[in-house]
């Protein structure tokens, strides 16, 4: 009798170290599971901002609290001076938005030079400092990008798309979407409904706004006028 109580004790622990391993290696990927406050809407990145110092084109982001400088060519410097990491950006940063999720930093940004610009998406480890993937996209002038459960929606001129926060792939996207100088710039992403994706462009002298409507699961437009 106590040997088969010893047996079953044995397994219950078994049983319950596997469970408890599968657990860790769920949670392992944390920017995929921890919500923002928020995400049933969804949350927005925040736009890095310029500082006068010690370079005028340094930005400035703040990450766990502490105010963070990034260098024209990437370096993300600590307020000790460190470098961190860098971005690997091949030109300067002309624009920039960031999100923290967990213990992962999401990088937005476009990069400029002579011949024309470049747009990307980068994940981050804050543990490690070493970027976990990189996805570039068409387009500049990024929309603030908005943060939805495990995805970001994000729109440049002539580019709209839903992208995975794990691993860096689109769901779906749509590409030289503009039509006679029409659905440019997206000033604003949201949701009309749970499961509509709403891109707007709004001319700066016109009362019409051009949009943009995605059914969010099937990848499919719904209307786009």
């Known amino acids: 009798m106590k040997l088969i109580i010893c047996l079953f004790l044995v397994a219950a622990i078994s049983s319950c170290s596997f469970f408890h391993h599968k657990s860790d290696k769920r949670n392992s990927d944390i920017a995929a599971i921890i919500p923002l406050h928020g995400d049933n809407n969804g949350v927005y990145a925040q736009e890095a901002r310029y500082s006068n110092w010690p370079n005028p084109d340094t930005m400035i982001i703040y990450v766990d609290g502490s105010r963070l400088r990034i260098a024209p060519m990437g370096n993300v410097i600590s307020p000790e001076g460190k470098v961190l990491f860098s971005i690997e950006n091949e030109y300067p940063i002309e624009q920039l938005f960031f999100a923290q999720r967990g213990r992962d930093l999401f990088i937005f940004y476009t990069d400029i030079d002579e011949r024309g610009c470049g747009s990307y998406i980068k994940r981050f480890s804050l543990e490690s400092n070493k970027m976990i993937w990189s996805s570039e996209i068409d387009g500049y002038s990024f929309s603030k990008p908005l943060i939805r459960g495990q995805f970001a929606y994000v729109g440049t001129i002539g580019f709209i798309g ?18 006679n100088g029409r659905f440019n710039h997206f000033s604003n992403i949201d949701f009309v409904e749970p499961q509509r994706v709403r891109f707007v462009a709004t001319h700066p002298f016109m009362l019409k706004s051009d949009t943009i409507i995605v059914n969010d699961i099937t990848g499919e437009i719904i209307c786009m006028n």
């Open 162 to 179: 839903k992208i995975k926060l794990k691993n860096g792939q689109f769901d779906w996207k749509f590409s030289n979407i503009i039509r």
